[in-house]
């Protein structure tokens, strides 16, 4: 896996909601599709080659959070169509809110994994 690619995905797909969420975007994002971590470039890794990796800690822990950061992108999405901007807003640009917290981590922890099976 190219872990540089991943987190170049992770980071374009974040400013592709952020266009959406400022009402930019062409393209109306799907909750279901948000929250399938399956479909990304990380999430059809985890399902094959980073299989071997089911019992390292970090990969445990790097599959959660992926999972969790995808639960997180879709009910902002959710909030995006009920048109609920102020809540939106809270969640974008708190430092602290799950969305952002679940995504720092996810680099964090695809940066570590990288480290400890690249040896």
């Known amino acids: 896996m190219n872990f540089d690619n991943i987190i170049k995905s992770h980071v374009e797909w974040k400013i592709k909601l ?4 400022n009402g930019n975007s062409k393209e109306k994002l799907d909750v279901s599709k948000a929250e399938s971590d399956k479909d990304c470039e ?5 399902l094959n080659e980073g299989k071997k990796y089911n019992d390292n800690p970090t ?4 599959v959660e959070t992926h999972k ?4 997180a992108v879709g009910e902002i999405i959710r909030k995006v169509n009920r048109d ?8 974008i640009n708190s430092t ?3 969305y952002h917290s679940l995504s720092n981590k996810l680099v964090s922890l695809i940066i ?8």
Not at 18 to 21: A, D, F, L, T, V
Not at 59 to 62: A, F, H, R
Not at 84 to 91: F, L, R, T, Y
Request: hydrophobic residues 35%; proline residues 0%.
């Open 18 to 21: 952020r266009s959406y969420i």
């Open 42 to 46: 990380l999430g059809q890794w985890i």
């Open 59 to 62: 990969c445990q822990e790097l």
């Open 68 to 71: 969790k950061f995808h639960l």
């Open 84 to 91: 609920d901007k102020e809540e939106v807003g809270k969640i």
């Open 96 to 98: 602290t809110s799950d």
């Open 112 to 119: 570590r994994l990288r480290k400890e099976i690249e040896i």
